[in-house]
Protein backbone atom coordinates (compact mmCIF):
# COMPACT_ATOMS: atom_id res chain seq x y z
CA UNK A 1 0.00 0.00 0.00
CA UNK A 2 1.35 3.48 -0.93
CA UNK A 3 0.42 6.55 0.87
CA UNK A 4 1.62 10.26 1.00
CA UNK A 5 3.09 11.50 4.07
CA UNK A 6 4.03 15.19 3.80
CA UNK A 7 6.23 14.79 0.76
CA UNK A 8 7.42 11.32 1.31
CA UNK A 9 5.71 8.84 -0.63
CA UNK A 10 5.94 5.52 1.58
CA UNK A 11 4.23 1.92 1.70
CA UNK A 12 3.17 -0.25 4.23
CA UNK A 13 5.66 -3.32 5.70
CA UNK A 14 3.60 -6.35 6.88
CA UNK A 15 5.16 -7.78 9.62
CA UNK A 16 5.30 -11.89 10.73
CA UNK A 17 6.13 -13.21 13.94
CA UNK A 18 9.18 -14.35 12.19
CA UNK A 19 10.72 -10.38 12.12
CA UNK A 20 10.89 -10.14 15.90
CA UNK A 21 14.03 -11.67 17.67
CA UNK A 22 14.69 -11.58 21.89
CA UNK A 23 10.88 -12.88 22.51
CA UNK A 24 9.60 -16.50 23.72
CA UNK A 25 6.68 -16.03 22.05
CA UNK A 26 4.60 -13.71 19.73
CA UNK A 27 0.89 -13.80 19.70
CA UNK A 28 -1.21 -12.56 16.66
CA UNK A 29 -3.47 -9.61 18.08
CA UNK A 30 -6.17 -8.70 15.38
CA UNK A 31 -3.87 -6.69 12.82
CA UNK A 32 -0.76 -6.38 14.87
CA UNK A 33 1.57 -8.62 16.70
CA UNK A 34 2.60 -8.96 20.11
CA UNK A 35 5.90 -10.12 21.76
CA UNK A 36 5.94 -11.94 24.85
CA UNK A 37 8.82 -13.48 27.41
CA UNK A 38 6.52 -16.68 27.85
CA UNK A 39 4.48 -18.64 25.91
CA UNK A 40 1.30 -16.69 25.36
CA UNK A 41 -0.77 -19.94 24.84
CA UNK A 42 0.33 -21.06 28.28
CA UNK A 43 -0.26 -17.90 29.98
CA UNK A 44 -2.18 -19.89 32.79
CA UNK A 45 0.45 -21.71 33.73
CA UNK A 46 2.75 -18.96 34.95
CA UNK A 47 1.02 -17.23 38.07
CA UNK A 48 0.24 -14.95 39.26
CA UNK A 49 -1.08 -12.84 36.04
CA UNK A 50 1.99 -14.12 33.61
CA UNK A 51 4.75 -13.84 36.01
CA UNK A 52 3.11 -10.70 38.11
CA UNK A 53 2.02 -9.35 34.63
CA UNK A 54 6.39 -8.98 33.30
CA UNK A 55 5.96 -11.65 30.83
CA UNK A 56 3.97 -9.86 28.63
CA UNK A 57 6.82 -6.92 28.64
CA UNK A 58 8.87 -6.56 25.58
CA UNK A 59 11.99 -7.09 27.31
CA UNK A 60 14.89 -6.98 25.01
CA UNK A 61 12.19 -7.68 22.04
CA UNK A 62 13.40 -5.97 18.69
CA UNK A 63 12.50 -6.30 14.98
CA UNK A 64 14.76 -6.65 13.01
CA UNK A 65 15.22 -6.33 9.36
CA UNK A 66 17.47 -5.23 6.24
CA UNK A 67 16.24 -2.12 4.50
CA UNK A 68 17.49 0.21 2.20
CA UNK A 69 14.97 3.11 3.19
CA UNK A 70 15.90 6.63 4.40
CA UNK A 71 12.98 6.53 6.93
CA UNK A 72 10.94 4.27 8.93
CA UNK A 73 7.60 4.33 11.22
CA UNK A 74 6.54 2.37 13.83
CA UNK A 75 2.71 1.94 13.98
CA UNK A 76 1.46 0.36 17.06
CA UNK A 77 -1.83 -0.07 19.56
CA UNK A 78 -2.14 2.55 21.80
CA UNK A 79 0.64 2.30 24.37
CA UNK A 80 -0.78 2.48 28.04
CA UNK A 81 2.09 4.41 29.16
CA UNK A 82 5.10 6.62 28.05
CA UNK A 83 7.56 4.04 26.63
CA UNK A 84 11.41 4.44 24.02
CA UNK A 85 12.39 2.65 21.36
CA UNK A 86 15.92 2.49 20.31
CA UNK A 87 17.08 2.06 16.64
CA UNK A 88 19.63 0.29 15.36
CA UNK A 89 21.72 0.59 11.81
CA UNK A 90 24.08 -1.92 11.83
CA UNK A 91 24.82 -2.81 15.14
CA UNK A 92 25.15 1.87 15.41
CA UNK A 93 22.74 3.68 17.67
CA UNK A 94 20.43 5.89 15.64
CA UNK A 95 18.06 7.47 18.10
CA UNK A 96 15.74 6.73 20.69
CA UNK A 97 12.21 7.72 19.76
CA UNK A 98 9.49 8.01 22.37
CA UNK A 99 5.56 7.45 22.29
CA UNK A 100 3.61 9.51 25.13
CA UNK A 101 0.86 7.25 26.88
CA UNK A 102 -2.14 6.77 24.38
CA UNK A 103 0.47 7.17 21.09
CA UNK A 104 0.00 4.79 18.34
CA UNK A 105 3.53 5.61 16.13
CA UNK A 106 6.53 6.68 16.57
CA UNK A 107 9.56 7.66 13.68
CA UNK A 108 12.67 7.92 12.26
CA UNK A 109 14.32 9.39 9.49
CA UNK A 110 17.23 10.61 7.41
CA UNK A 111 18.97 7.58 7.57
CA UNK A 112 21.95 6.93 5.52
CA UNK A 113 20.97 5.44 2.13
CA UNK A 114 22.00 2.32 1.18
CA UNK A 115 21.25 -1.10 2.40
CA UNK A 116 21.77 -1.69 6.13
CA UNK A 117 20.61 -3.78 9.03
CA UNK A 118 18.02 -2.30 11.28
CA UNK A 119 17.24 -3.21 14.80
CA UNK A 120 14.29 -1.38 16.80
CA UNK A 121 14.74 -2.32 20.27
CA UNK A 122 11.38 -2.02 21.51
CA UNK A 123 10.71 -1.06 25.57
CA UNK A 124 11.95 -3.05 28.29
CA UNK A 125 9.27 -2.41 30.69
CA UNK A 126 6.16 -2.30 28.72
CA UNK A 127 3.88 -4.76 26.60
CA UNK A 128 3.32 -3.70 22.28
CA UNK A 129 0.82 -4.28 20.11
CA UNK A 130 2.96 -3.71 17.05
CA UNK A 131 0.88 -3.33 13.68
CA UNK A 132 2.73 -2.36 10.95
CA UNK A 133 6.14 -0.22 9.50
CA UNK A 134 6.48 2.27 7.24
CA UNK A 135 9.35 2.49 4.77
CA UNK A 136 9.75 4.70 1.43
CA UNK A 137 7.92 3.70 -1.16
CA UNK A 138 10.85 2.65 -3.15
CA UNK A 139 12.44 0.80 -0.86
CA UNK A 140 12.69 -2.75 -0.35
CA UNK A 141 12.98 -5.00 2.96
CA UNK A 142 13.44 -8.50 4.08
CA UNK A 143 13.46 -9.95 7.43
CA UNK A 144 17.16 -11.16 8.30
CA UNK A 145 17.24 -13.68 11.51
CA UNK A 146 19.70 -13.28 13.88
CA UNK A 147 22.15 -16.11 13.77
CA UNK A 148 24.32 -15.08 16.34
CA UNK A 149 24.81 -17.92 19.23
CA UNK A 150 21.39 -17.42 21.93
CA UNK A 151 21.93 -16.57 24.98
CA UNK A 152 19.27 -16.97 27.64
CA UNK A 153 19.26 -13.98 31.06
CA UNK A 154 17.57 -14.85 33.65
CA UNK A 155 17.04 -12.67 36.67
CA UNK A 156 14.91 -9.87 38.48
CA UNK A 157 14.34 -6.44 37.71
CA UNK A 158 17.99 -5.96 38.02
CA UNK A 159 17.92 -7.87 35.14
CA UNK A 160 14.86 -6.09 33.45
CA UNK A 161 16.25 -2.77 34.23
CA UNK A 162 13.68 -0.36 34.27
CA UNK A 163 16.02 2.77 35.32
CA UNK A 164 17.90 2.00 32.06
CA UNK A 165 17.79 5.16 29.46
CA UNK A 166 16.33 3.08 26.86
CA UNK A 167 16.18 -0.20 25.56
CA UNK A 168 19.70 -0.73 24.31
CA UNK A 169 21.00 0.56 27.95
CA UNK A 170 20.25 -2.30 29.81
CA UNK A 171 23.10 -3.90 31.12
CA UNK A 172 21.63 -7.40 28.61
CA UNK A 173 21.91 -5.41 26.15
CA UNK A 174 25.09 -4.06 26.03
CA UNK A 175 26.70 -7.20 27.13
CA UNK A 176 24.55 -8.62 24.20
CA UNK A 177 26.22 -5.92 21.57
CA UNK A 178 29.31 -6.72 23.07
CA UNK A 179 30.03 -9.95 23.08
CA UNK A 180 27.95 -10.56 20.14
CA UNK A 181 24.79 -12.14 21.55
CA UNK A 182 21.32 -13.03 20.41
CA UNK A 183 20.09 -12.14 23.57
CA UNK A 184 16.78 -12.73 25.51
CA UNK A 185 16.00 -11.33 28.45
CA UNK A 186 13.99 -12.85 31.58
CA UNK A 187 13.94 -10.33 33.54
CA UNK A 188 11.27 -10.49 35.74
CA UNK A 189 10.90 -7.43 38.18
CA UNK A 190 10.04 -8.55 41.53
CA UNK A 191 9.58 -12.23 40.24
CA UNK A 192 12.55 -14.68 39.74
CA UNK A 193 11.35 -17.02 42.23
CA UNK A 194 12.81 -20.52 40.80
CA UNK A 195 9.06 -21.21 39.25
CA UNK A 196 9.75 -24.75 37.70
CA UNK A 197 7.45 -23.80 34.86
CA UNK A 198 9.79 -20.87 34.54
CA UNK A 199 13.02 -23.86 34.08
CA UNK A 200 10.82 -25.82 31.92
CA UNK A 201 10.53 -22.78 29.51
CA UNK A 202 13.96 -22.48 29.51
CA UNK A 203 14.49 -26.21 28.91
CA UNK A 204 12.35 -25.68 25.53
CA UNK A 205 14.42 -22.61 24.13
CA UNK A 206 17.16 -22.79 22.26
CA UNK A 207 20.79 -21.67 23.40
CA UNK A 208 24.15 -21.31 23.80
CA UNK A 209 24.24 -19.70 26.52
CA UNK A 210 22.26 -19.66 29.86
CA UNK A 211 22.71 -17.29 32.55
CA UNK A 212 20.42 -17.34 35.88
CA UNK A 213 21.11 -14.11 38.20
CA UNK A 214 18.89 -15.72 41.37
CA UNK A 215 18.46 -14.41 44.98
CA UNK A 216 17.59 -10.58 45.28
CA UNK A 217 13.72 -11.57 44.98
CA UNK A 218 13.69 -14.37 46.84
CA UNK A 219 15.06 -12.36 50.05
CA UNK A 220 12.62 -9.62 49.00
CA UNK A 221 9.69 -11.53 49.16
CA UNK A 222 10.31 -14.18 51.48
CA UNK A 223 9.65 -16.97 48.93
CA UNK A 224 11.96 -19.41 49.94
CA UNK A 225 13.75 -20.03 53.21
CA UNK A 226 17.08 -21.80 54.15
CA UNK A 227 15.42 -25.06 54.37
CA UNK A 228 14.12 -24.94 50.53
CA UNK A 229 16.14 -22.25 48.79
CA UNK A 230 19.52 -25.04 47.84
CA UNK A 231 16.85 -27.31 46.83
CA UNK A 232 14.89 -25.13 44.39
CA UNK A 233 18.09 -24.17 42.51
CA UNK A 234 19.20 -27.82 42.54
CA UNK A 235 16.05 -28.56 40.70
CA UNK A 236 15.61 -25.64 38.42
CA UNK A 237 19.01 -26.50 37.04
CA UNK A 238 18.29 -30.44 36.53
CA UNK A 239 15.46 -29.28 34.44
CA UNK A 240 16.85 -27.16 32.48
CA UNK A 241 20.00 -29.91 31.77
CA UNK A 242 17.37 -32.15 30.95
CA UNK A 243 17.45 -30.81 26.71
CA UNK A 244 20.60 -28.41 27.56
CA UNK A 245 22.99 -31.11 28.97
CA UNK A 246 26.23 -28.98 27.83
CA UNK A 247 25.06 -25.91 27.87
CA UNK A 248 27.19 -23.54 29.59
CA UNK A 249 25.50 -22.41 32.68
CA UNK A 250 26.21 -19.20 34.58
CA UNK A 251 24.71 -19.07 38.06
CA UNK A 252 25.22 -15.29 39.62
CA UNK A 253 24.12 -14.46 43.30
CA UNK A 254 22.95 -10.80 43.67
CA UNK A 255 25.65 -8.07 43.10
CA UNK A 256 25.93 -6.13 46.24
CA UNK A 257 22.70 -5.40 48.04
CA UNK A 258 23.86 -2.60 50.87
CA UNK A 259 22.26 -3.23 54.44
CA UNK A 260 20.68 -6.49 52.85
CA UNK A 261 23.91 -8.10 52.57
CA UNK A 262 23.58 -8.63 56.56
CA UNK A 263 20.14 -8.03 57.45
CA UNK A 264 18.13 -11.12 57.94
CA UNK A 265 14.46 -11.14 56.46
CA UNK A 266 11.43 -12.56 57.71
CA UNK A 267 12.82 -16.49 57.21
CA UNK A 268 16.40 -15.75 58.37
CA UNK A 269 17.96 -15.01 55.30
CA UNK A 270 20.45 -12.73 54.17
CA UNK A 271 22.61 -11.90 50.71
CA UNK A 272 25.76 -13.40 52.32
CA UNK A 273 24.42 -16.50 53.24
CA UNK A 274 22.26 -17.21 50.26
CA UNK A 275 25.63 -16.29 47.78
CA UNK A 276 27.38 -19.47 49.77
CA UNK A 277 24.30 -21.71 49.09
CA UNK A 278 23.88 -20.72 45.76
CA UNK A 279 27.81 -21.51 45.35
CA UNK A 280 27.90 -25.00 47.41
CA UNK A 281 24.93 -25.97 45.06
CA UNK A 282 27.28 -25.05 42.24
CA UNK A 283 30.25 -26.84 43.25
CA UNK A 284 28.28 -30.07 44.64
CA UNK A 285 26.53 -30.49 40.81
CA UNK A 286 30.32 -29.52 39.44
CA UNK A 287 31.11 -32.97 41.80
CA UNK A 288 28.61 -34.43 40.44
CA UNK A 289 30.15 -34.39 36.55
CA UNK A 290 28.64 -31.10 35.38
CA UNK A 291 31.75 -29.75 33.66
CA UNK A 292 29.71 -27.00 31.86
CA UNK A 293 28.00 -25.17 35.11
CA UNK A 294 29.91 -22.10 36.50
CA UNK A 295 29.35 -19.56 39.73
CA UNK A 296 30.10 -16.31 39.95
CA UNK A 297 29.37 -13.76 43.09
CA UNK A 298 27.66 -10.44 41.91
CA UNK A 299 29.67 -8.84 43.88
CA UNK A 300 32.73 -9.52 41.96
CA UNK A 301 30.35 -7.68 39.04
CA UNK A 302 29.28 -4.95 41.21
CA UNK A 303 30.83 -4.18 44.37
CA UNK A 304 30.97 -2.24 47.40
CA UNK A 305 32.65 -0.15 45.69
CA UNK A 306 29.78 0.36 43.40
CA UNK A 307 27.26 1.40 46.13
CA UNK A 308 26.83 5.22 44.54
CA UNK A 309 25.10 3.95 41.93
CA UNK A 310 22.57 2.39 43.82
CA UNK A 311 20.54 5.23 44.33
CA UNK A 312 17.88 2.89 46.02
CA UNK A 313 19.91 0.67 47.68
CA UNK A 314 19.08 -2.01 45.38
CA UNK A 315 18.79 -1.26 41.65
CA UNK A 316 21.54 0.42 39.83
CA UNK A 317 20.82 3.77 37.99
CA UNK A 318 21.76 3.89 34.28
CA UNK A 319 25.21 4.61 34.71
CA UNK A 320 25.67 1.34 36.54
CA UNK A 321 23.51 -0.54 34.05
CA UNK A 322 25.97 0.97 31.70
CA UNK A 323 29.38 -1.06 34.03
CA UNK A 324 27.43 -3.95 34.19
CA UNK A 325 27.28 -4.64 30.31
CA UNK A 326 30.46 -3.67 30.06
CA UNK A 327 31.70 -5.83 32.82
CA UNK A 328 29.62 -8.92 31.37
CA UNK A 329 32.24 -10.07 28.88
CA UNK A 330 35.64 -9.45 31.45
CA UNK A 331 34.23 -10.11 34.73
CA UNK A 332 31.83 -13.24 33.86
CA UNK A 333 32.58 -14.83 30.51
CA UNK A 334 36.09 -14.45 30.13
CA UNK A 335 36.42 -15.51 34.10
CA UNK A 336 34.80 -18.76 33.94
CA UNK A 337 36.34 -19.69 30.45
CA UNK A 338 32.91 -20.09 28.95
CA UNK A 339 33.66 -18.06 25.33
CA UNK A 340 35.74 -21.20 24.16
CA UNK A 341 32.49 -23.37 24.80
CA UNK A 342 30.03 -21.38 23.12
CA UNK A 343 29.61 -22.70 19.21
CA UNK A 344 30.40 -19.61 17.06
Known amino acids: MEKKKGRLSVKRLQLSEEWFEGAVSVEKRGDGWKPWRLPYQDFDLFPPNGIGNHGEFCGAARIRF ?19 IDCMSNGQWIGTGSIAKGGKAVSWSNLLSGDKLIELWLPQRAAMIISHLEIDDEATAELVPDHRPKWIAYGSSITLCSDADSPTKTWPSIAAHRADFNVTSLGYGGNCHLEPMVALMIRELPAELITLCLGINIYGANSLGPR ?7 G ?75 PDNLHPNSEGYRLMGERFESRILQSVGVRTKIKQ
Not at 66 to 84: E, F, P, R
Not at 228 to 234: E, N, R
Request: hydrophobic fraction near 40%; aromatic fraction near 10%; charged fraction near 30%.
Open 66 to 84: QTNTTSIVLHCSAVQSDVK
Open 228 to 234: TFKAAII
Open 236 to 310: FLRIIREKHAETPIIVCSPIYAVEREWKENLVGFNIIRMREEIAEVVEMLQRRGDQHLYYRSGKDWFGEEDAYLL
